[in-house]
């Protein structure tokens, strides 16, 4: 008799934890939730900050770039971009790249 009360006991306490597991595994869940959207809605809020900064900046004359070649600031529009560089002209675009292949590039 004692045995099945003890049965009975660890059944509810067993319920018990199993409710206390869930409420805190949701309770992860629903906190990680917000963590892992916060990761792209981060860099979509930071895409949209961009935006709205780039926006902000287009209410200036020209949104400036710096050339990686020779680092003057020229008009985005008149710039021209390689991946993520950008350069005044297309020849310092040519050049920049010849110079990093030939970086790439092992000399002997
Ligand atoms: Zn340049």
Redesign the pocket.
Known sequence: MRQILLLVLLFVVGQWFVKALRRAQTQTRAGAQPGQGAQPGQSAAQSATGGASTSGKAALPEPMVR??????H?PRSESVNVGARS???S??ARAWDARTTAQDRPAR
């Open positions: 050339c990686a070649e020779c680092g003057v020229a350069f005044c002209s020849e310092h």
